[in-house]
């Protein structure tokens, strides 16, 4: 029989098949697949591998302990969302959709970095001369700062030298000569991403690792990628003019509970610790079809607009957008409102968006996007003052949601003067009767009786 000379291996999750599968049977997505050549061992790989810590087992009690010291990156928002600085010899993973400002990010911080550390930036997609020209637009000069084009990782380790920060930008264009696929390939990345973790941790480098997203928003290659990471962000947010949203996903250091907002300005992203009524529009209140509601994105509350347009469909399909909100959720909640309320949808186009260009994925959302929703249908506008938060249920019914309080003081200190929220939160927000009106309610009928839009 002939000797195989190709696998197949899974995009989502790497399991490996000899033969080509339509459904991984592993993670069980479709046509997830790909040809990849059988990796060739060669002298790279027979060699022994490095090894970084000793086998012998030591009781917890003789375990030295070592004083954290977490270095400040110079942009406290990256630092809030890290835990509260940088942990050397860390791996850190910035994910984000193309052209969002990975780059540019990650060049502010190698720059601040390089005022006290020698900073390594290897770009693997543009030349040194492309990253010379944003680091003139963004103002970074320095000779600690140190850029390297290259894609071959045997190199990249080679150049690294004293640099104690390095920034590989992108993983996916980075190869390893010890495996004859193609960059960016799930064993690729795999095998880079492990080999990197083995030069982190030996050699107490931290390194900022930049990820390319798939279009369906995870990180592109196998999950083992987000297993060897120490800290995994997402770097979201569309459009140039909206903020940009800075996540943790995974972090061994800290909580996953901080967001970092930033701006895209001419001089590079910028945090804005000042981000109240970033999300919200000055014409609120006047055009029907909006709400707004306060999301605990983070750590932090903040007020955002959810907007609807509800227009007659001019072909047979009604279509369905949605932007900042799942799109299995407005599905769900126009369902609720045609069946539980009578509020007809059949024959209408719906588009929905989070205004800002935030992403919202908690069930607290749910009231106001069907509040938006039965307002843009009606054509009857939400009071301006407004705002509203609970989770809908299938039957109709309003369930109760987390960090109620904390929502209502949001909407207290941005000026709303009432609050419509699930019944049972009520009483733990009693305390701001009367600073605002608290408006209690168990189904969405009951909602949308209070704002008239029924
Ligand atoms: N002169 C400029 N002034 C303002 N913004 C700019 C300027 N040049 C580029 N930008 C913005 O910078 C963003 C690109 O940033 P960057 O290259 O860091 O993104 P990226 O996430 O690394 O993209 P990719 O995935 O393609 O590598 C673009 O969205 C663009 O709008
Ligand atoms: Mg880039």
Not at 234 to 254: C, S
Not at 358 to 380: F, H, M, Q, W, Y
Not at 399 to 415: I, L, P, T
Request: charged residues 20%; proline residues 4%.
């Amino acid at each position: 029989m002939a000797k195989a000379t190709s696998r197949y291996v899974c995009g989502a999750c790497g399991y490996v098949s000899p033969r080509w599968l339509g459904k991984c049977p592993a993670c069980e997505q479709f046509n997830t697949f790909a040809e990849e050549p059988l990796p060739v061992l060669s002298a790279a790989k027979t060699a022994p591998k490095p090894r970084f810590s000793s086998s012998v087992a030591i009781p917890l009690s003789a375990v030295e302990r070592e004083k954290l010291v977490r270095v400040k990156s110079g942009v406290p928002e990256f630092d809030n969302v890290l835990g509260g600085g940088i942990v050397p010899a860390s791996l850190v993973l910035v994910g984000g959709d193309p052209g969002v400002g990975k780059s540019t990010l990650l060049t502010g911080i190698a720059a601040n970095l390089s005022k006290q550390y020698k900073v390594l930036y290897v770009s693997a997609e543009e030349s040194c001369a492309q990253v010379k020209l944003r680091c003139e637009r963004l103002g970074v000069t320095g000779d600690n700062l140190f850029l390297l084009n290259e894609t071959c990782l045997e190199n990249i380790a080679e150049n690294i030298g004293e640099s104690k920060f390095v920034v590989i930008d992108s993983i996916q264009a980075v190869y390893t000569e010890a495996l004859n696929s193609t960059a960016g390939s799930v064993g690729q990345v795999r095998e880079c991403a492990t080999r990197l973790m083995r030069l982190a941790k030996s050699r107490g480098i931290t390194f900022f690792i930049i990820g390319h997203v798939t279009k369906e928003g995870a990180l592109a290659g196998p999950k083992v990628l987000e297993h060897v990471m120490d800290t995994v962000l997402y770097f979201e947010g569309e459009g140039q003019e909206n903020a940009k949203i800075l996540r943790a996903v995974k972090n061994r250091f800290g909580s996953v509970q901080e967001v970092g907002v930033f701006e895209m300005t001419e001089s590079g992203v910028r945090g804005m610790s000042d981000y109240a009524g970033l999300f919200l529009s000055d014409s609120r209140g006047e055009a029907a079809g909006s709400a707004v509601t306060p999301s605990e994105t983070g750590n932090r509350c903040m007020m955002v607009e959810l907007q609807s347009l509800v227009a007659k469909t001019a072909y047979g399909l009604p279509r369905r957008m949605s932007l900042g909100v799942d799109y299995n959720k407005l599905i769900v909640l126009l369902a609720v409102l045609e069946k539980r309320c009578g509020i007809p949808f059949l024959n209408a186009d719906v588009y929905c968006n989070a205004m800002g260009g935030i992403r919202l994925n908690e069930p607290s959302v749910d009231l106001a996007v069907c509040a938006a929703l039965a307002s843009g249908a009606t054509g009857k506008p939400v009071d301006r003052y407004t705002a509203l938060f609970g989770e809908v249920g299938l039957t109709g019914e309003v369930r109760g949601v987390s960090f109620a309080e904390k929502r209502v003081n949001e909407c207290v200190k941005m000026g709303f003067r009432r609050v419509i929220l699930p019944n049972k939160n009520l009483s733990a927000c009693e305390k701001y009767r009367g600073a605002v009106e608290l408006v209690g309610v168990s189904y969405v009928g009951q909602m949308l009786k209070h704002l008239d839009l029924k």
